[in-house]
């Protein structure tokens, strides 16, 4: 090869090299939103929660049902700076629509000083309020229950994921561990048989809900990337 070509390509290796580490954008590749801890954690907590809610709702109701395969987003909030709203889990059966909001917390759990936050107590005995999973199902479970049948009931649930999580017996019963889903299910069926309320009728909620739903991943992706940007946290308390 001729020394000008080699010197050529050894220049241009260079100065490659020196604007990877300097830091220079890639023009064929753009960077992801970095993987937290919190959010493995998280999404494991999630699939333990799914596998928990496909079994128990397996036992209760057979076939009749329908467990969306992941999170979902509801548009509830057109044109506004926070137009969609994450949902957990959606469980759609005969005796109700269930959103359940899954926490993998750690530590005692205890009611706050109002409905809407609860009080996490750690191992190192540090205490936070954090924001009430039913508080953040409130507009969700309202959004829903202006565009379904009134008389199917939809309810928001907070189930904690974690087996290292102790909760207080002053929760709502709608706050519950992982393991109390196939009993608190259970029961919300003998409710509905008790008042002789309107079945949900599976199909036809399912259809009704996807025209105000979303998902897709991109969307959901976007979704989790503006509230990073503008997390709401509550101050820890002394």
Same mark, same amino acid.
């Given at each position: 090869m001729?020394?000008?070509?080699?010197?050529?390509?050894?220049?241009?290796?260079?100065v490659w090299r020196w604007a990877r580490r300097s830091g220079f954008p890639s023009t064929t590749r753009q960077s992801a939103p970095p993987v937290l801890r919190s959010d493995i954690r998280g999404e494991e907590g999630e699939r333990r929660v799914y596998e928990e809610? +496909?079994? %128990? /709702?397996?036992? @209760?109701?057979?076939?009749n049902f329908f467990l969306h395969p992941g999170a979902l987003l509801l548009n509830?909030?057109?044109?506004?700076?926070?137009?969609?709203?994450?949902?957990?889990?959606?469980?759609?059966?005969?005796?109700g629509i269930f959103l359940v909001e899954t926490k993998d917390w750690t530590g005692l759990i205890e009611p706050g000083p109002d409905s809407g936050t609860l009080?996490?107590?750690g191992a190192d005995g540090k205490r936070e309020a954090r924001t009430s999973p039913l508080r953040q199902n409130r507009s969700k479970v309202a959004f829903l229950r202006?565009? +379904?049948? %009134? /008389?199917?009931? @939809?309810e928001g649930v907070g189930v904690f994921a974690s087996d290292n999580c102790v909760l207080s017996p002053a929760l709502p019963v709608s706050v519950m561990l992982r393991e109390d889903l196939r009993q608190?299910?259970?029961a919300r069926?003998?409710?509905h048989a008790k008042r002789c309320s309107v079945p949900v009728d599976v199909a036809k909620a399912w259809k009704a809900i996807q025209s105000?739903?979303?998902?897709?991943?991109?969307?959901?992706?976007?979704?989790?990337?503006?509230?990073?940007?503008?997390p709401k946290n509550l101050p820890i308390l002394s």
């Open positions: 001729n020394t000008s070509w080699v010197l050529l390509i050894g220049a241009l290796l260079f809610l +496909l079994d %128990a /709702l397996t036992w @209760i109701c057979g076939e509830h909030a057109p044109g506004t700076a926070y137009p969609t709203a994450e949902v957990d889990h959606l469980a759609i059966t005969p005796f009080i996490r107590t202006s565009v +379904l049948p %009134a /008389l199917w009931t @939809i608190w299910l259970r069926q003998a409710l105000v739903a979303n998902t897709d991943d991109t969307a959901l992706r976007k979704h989790r990337e503006r509230l990073r940007v503008n």
